[in-house]
């Protein structure tokens, strides 16, 4: 069974450019979950998919960051445009269950704004 | 006060002694708990998770989890120098997803 798959691994953009991270979560598992760990911090949760529908979007951290999981399958999480405080290292991870169920990580996009 | 605490190290041990990690929470309501397993570079790795009070077995791991105390704990037996790592701790309130800890770095020597 394929684990879960993040593209590209890296990204180094520019600051005010626009980035798109993909994210494809493991087959059967309507759960995907989108965190970030900042350098230095903890992962910090950003926003959970039930399907395609945004079940809590309260760890997104302004309204430069849109996530999209159109169909139910994989995800995108868009930064536009993008500010040095971006940079980290972005996760995903889905889950078979709801919330309180194991979750399985991708192996992330590292983020650079320059 | 942090809502994950856990000591971010590095905890030392020789190989083949038990390390323990240890981790508290803030939340009385936290309803599940995870330890993973995080090299270098690497995306964290569920090794093991927790739902109900006392212990939970699983080859050289051993999880704890006392609630009254709000903290659990993670054994790992016959320590490996391939153990060597940072262990996050992860919990779930029910309120949203996983709050993790900043981990604690664990160095296991040949």
């Known amino acids: 069974e394929a684990g879960v798959t993040q593209f590209p691994s890296h990204s180094v953009i520019e600051k005010g450019q626009t980035v798109t991270l993909r994210c494809d979560p493991i087959?059967?598992?309507?759960?995907l979950y989108w965190y970030r760990r900042v350098m230095g911090k903890e992962i910090k949760f950003l926003l959970h998919?039930?399907?395609?529908?945004?079940?809590?979007e309260s760890g997104m951290p302004n309204n430069r960051f849109l996530a999209e999981r159109t169909g139910g399958t994989y995800s995108t999480l868009k930064v536009q445009p993008a500010e040095l405080e971006d940079s980290g290292v972005y996760f995903c991870?889905?889950?078979?269950?709801?919330?309180?169920?194991?979750?399985?990580f991708g192996p992330g996009t590292r983020l650079t704004v320059t | 006060q942090k809502e994950v605490e856990q000591n971010s190290g590095p905890l030392s041990v020789p190989e083949g002694a038990i390390a323990s990690l240890n981790c508290t929470y803030s939340?009385?309501?936290?309803?599940?708990f995870f330890w993973y397993r995080q090299y270098s570079g690497k995306s964290p790795e569920l090794i093991m998770f927790?739902?109900?009070?006392g212990d939970k077995e699983d080859g050289r791991f051993t999880a704890q989890l006392n609630k009254a105390s709000q903290y659990v704990s993670l054994l790992i037996r016959d320590s490996q120098p391939s153990d060597s790592a940072t262990y996050l701790c992860?919990?779930?309130?029910?309120?949203?997803?996983?709050?993790f800890g900043s981990g604690t770095r664990l160095q296991v020597q040949p």
């Open positions: 992860a919990v779930h309130t029910g309120r949203r997803a996983l709050t």
């Open positions: 927790i739902y109900s009070n």
């Open positions: 939340d009385r309501g936290s309803q599940s």
């Open positions: 998919f039930v399907k395609e529908s945004k079940q809590d």
């Open positions: 991870a889905s889950s078979l269950r709801p919330l309180g169920g194991e979750q399985y």
């Open positions: 087959s059967g598992h309507d759960n």
